[in-house]
């Protein structure tokens, strides 16, 4: 038999892949699963290229691959996004196809086992084991831990019944990971603006092949029932479908509501789920017994089996850029899967991006307007506070014309959130009588007072401490001020402000668990709460029937970081977070506390006018170059040395390829010039809108000096953050 040679491609940082002798008595086609020698291990990977030619000379010192796994082949569809994720990144494509595999989440399943009476004595009785067979006694199985937890007894214990004869375990059939949904479960009655939303996006299924719809509608317009739609016709084509979601939204008010609607929960897709839940998914996803993902960012990269419909709800939300590993955007790798599978894409907010709008504009993406919320609710009337002239006493966050609306509010029955966006007690923390502040050791930044956990916090590489009894500098006793609000001490003041009604901080770090955040919410809409302080994480999705009245306690926050997404990003936050109000009722209304109620965010908001936001922040994108009139990249160079990391990032400046489409700045230190011990030097990259950055890049790194000292560089192709 002919020599025959494949190319084989393992998820580690790695770029090529690798060649290796197929035995005489294997099969293998590109796609296939593998597992091969590397170095001195064994690793699992994929057949990439099936006609590699024999190289004279090479064949003799190639290694066979081991043996074909069983799993299913990595559709081509799959491996021509991940190389072209990788291309466009510029990560390896080894860690791109790392994110597909999920090593850890390969292979078979642990069998799950229960256990019940045998009928046997135990040949020794203690108290422990009378109870587990008291617990039994129904002659039921139960799972181990089960049994364990009822009869309060050590899983041991358990154990020692099956050994002795006294209990017999029985496999348990493997769980289905989501039951079928039925597209025609309950079918929602329509206004005549969504049903005809709803045709043009089930038409787009039926008739297959990519196109891109932006689903444009105002906060509680129908957008998920609409796209609903979507999704409903994909099923009956026998299809799968993927509704991406930043993760904060993946709420058990939206799992329900897709019950609601089809009769069963979808699969889910994100970071809680426990190893066994994920294993099951992964292989019920790629074997095509799983019809609906709802998940976060990284279920882009699942090997669906026949993937026909992608939804990205909250499509201009940040949370979709990664910021370590592969630097992806999964709406815009959203948009490029779909592409090469050839399938519609959805894209879903009250508040698109500049990027998909300017899209729209263009006539690249089809644009589905829902300008009006369901059931005639209007949307919340928006008031600005001019902290200037009526802002709150000394020390205090709340206004008085705030808190008087919140005792109205209040009053009539209802709930009122408070918006601000910082975790903490205080964003600064220093000594009274010396000024000194508290920072991180190990990044440049003041460590945040967290009260509740008695400790002091840095938010950027969590490092924690017990606050000090006295100054470190001056060792003035009991000495530290906090500077500013954060929930935990708005919470303090919402108590003295409205003394005996029940208040609820939520807060990213405050929760345990998704699960924990599920039950939160939950309470919020059953109307236990009476008073709701929040961080962005109560911004979105969310549906809280009883809630009328938002304020925004600092409406500046986000402005002004030098950040050139922040006036984007602050009208989409405060859109989002006063649409929470009045879904459910005609009377509404948001405050923003203010320091500049003439900034073109807040005159937008208050006129309720979107287009004017769009229209002024559009043009000053077009105007200054940035995205989507101009691409951008960044280099950040890092390292343990201020000298050698500045020094490091002139040289790489310094051999950056000439071009007249391509103006390189910096480098400049970032903002956060430490972050967990290391200096931070940034270039940023600066090129015509059609330019091929990608490529530019590759040929600078090409280029680029050899690293040395710890010196690392991490490039970002459309870079979210500035820091
Ligand atoms: P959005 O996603 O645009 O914020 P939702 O899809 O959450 O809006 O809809 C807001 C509320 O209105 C939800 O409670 C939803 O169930 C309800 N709703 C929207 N459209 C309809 C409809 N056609 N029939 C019944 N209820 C609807
Ligand atoms: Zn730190």
């Known amino acids: 038999m002919a020599l025959r040679i494949v190319d084989v491609l393992v998820p580690v940082a790695l770029d090529h892949a690798y060649s290796y002798r197929v035995p005489d008595e294997l099969a293998l086609a590109a796609g296939d699963v593998v597992s091969v020698p590397l170095g001195p291990r064994e690793a699992i990977g994929v057949v990439w290229d099936c006609d590699v030619a024999v190289r004279p000379g090479l064949h003799n010192r190639l290694k066979d691959v081991e043996a074909k796994l069983d799993f299913p082949r990595l559709k081509p569809e799959l491996r021509q996004f991940i190389d072209w994720v990788s291309n466009y990144t510029l990560s390896p494509r080894g860690m791109v196809l790392r994110m597909a595999l999920r090593m850890g989440e390969l292979g078979p399943e642990r069998d799950r086992v229960a256990v019940r009476l045998s009928g046997n004595a135990p040949t020794r009785m203690t108290a422990a084991r009378r109870r587990v067979l008291d617990v039994l006694a129904d002659g039921l199985m139960r799972s181990k831990p089960e049994v364990a937890k009822d009869a309060g007894v050590s899983v041991g ?20 990971v989501a039951r079928p949904p039925n597209p025609d479960h309950r079918t929602a009655d329509f206004t005549p603006a969504q049903r005809m939303a709803a045709n043009i996006l089930r038409n787009a299924v039926t008739q297959g092949g990519f196109a891109v719809d932006l689903l444009d509608g105002v906060t509680g317009s129908g957008k998920t029932e609409v796209y609903f739609e979507a999704v409903a016709e994909t099923i009956r084509k026998g299809r799968q479908s993927l509704i991406l ?173 408070l918006f601000l966006n910082r975790r903490g007690y205080a964003p600064l923390t220093l000594c009274r009588a010396c000024g000194f502040r508290l920072n991180c050791p190990n990044c440049d930044a003041w460590l945040v007072d967290h009260r509740f956990k008695r400790a002091l916090v840095c938010h950027h590489c969590g490092y924690t401490k017990p606050p000090p009894p006295k100054c470190p500098k001056c060792e003035a006793p009991d000495s530290f001020v906090a500077c500013g609000p954060g929930v935990e001490r708005l919470e303090e003041e919402v108590q003295v402000l409205f003394p005996n009604k029940r208040v609820l901080v939520l807060s990213s770090d405050l929760i345990a668990s998704l699960e924990r955040m599920r039950e939160e919410f939950k309470s919020i809409e059953q109307g236990e709460i009476d008073i709701v302080i929040g961080t962005q994480l109560v911004a979105k999705g969310h549906h809280f029937p009883k809630l009328n009245l938002v304020g925004v306690v600092d409406a500046d926050l986000g402005l002004g970081s030098g950040d050139p997404r922040a006036t984007e ?108 011990g290391r200096h931070r030097f940034r270039l940023m990259v600066k090129s015509a809108r059609n330019f091929d950055l990608s490529a530019y890049l590759r040929e600078w790194a090409a280029a680029a000096p050899k690293k040395a000292g710890g010196i690392k560089l991490d490039v970002d192709v459309d870079p979210q953050s500035f820091l």
């Open 245 to 417: 979601m930043p993760e904060i939204a993946l709420t058990g008010q939206f799992l329900d509501r897709f019950a609601a609607r089809f009769g069963t929960r979808p699969a889910e897709w994100h970071s809680e789920l426990s190893p066994r839940k994920r294993a099951r998914t992964f292989a019920a996803v790629s074997a095509g017994d799983v019809s609906v993902v709802v998940g976060a960012r990284s279920a882009l990269f699942l090997p669906y089996a026949d993937l026909g419909l992608i939804v990205v709800d909250e499509e201009h939300d940040a949370v979709y850029k990664q910021e370590d590993g592969v630097h992806y955007h999964a709406r815009d790798m959203a948009v490029v899967r779909a592409r090469i599978a050839d399938i519609p894409i959805v894209l879903a907010s009250a508040t698109p991006s500049i990027e998909t709008v300017v899209n729209a504009r263009r006539g690249r993406y089809r644009r589905l307007a829902l300008n009006q919320r369901f059931g005639g609710q209007k949307e919340p009337a928006i008031e600005a506070i001019d902290l200037r002239r009526e802002g709150p006493p000394r020390t205090r966050f709340i206004a008085p014309r705030l808190a008087e609306a919140v005792n109205l509010a209040l009053e009539r029955g209802e709930q009122a959130l």
């Open 569 to 676: 990003r602050t009208f989409q936050l405060l859109h989002q977070v006063i649409g929470r109000a009045g879904r459910d009722k005609g009377h509404s209304v948001g405050y923003l506390q203010t320091h500049q109620p003439e900034h073109p965010v807040m005159k937008a908001l208050i006129a309720q006018d979107r287009k004017a936001f769009y229209d002024s922040e559009i043009e000053a994108r077009e105007k200054a170059h940035y995205p989507p009139f101009g691409r951008l990249a960044s280099l950040l160079v890092t390292g343990p040395e201020k000298g050698a990391t500045e020094g490091y990032a002139r040289r790489l400046a310094a051999v950056a390829p000439i071009d007249e489409q391509v103006r390189v700045l910096g480098p400049a230190e970032a903002p956060l010039a430490v972050l967990r």
């Open 157 to 176: 214990v358990v154990d020692g019944l099956v050994d002795d004869g006294a209990l017999e375990t029985v496999a348990l059939p493997s769980q289905t």
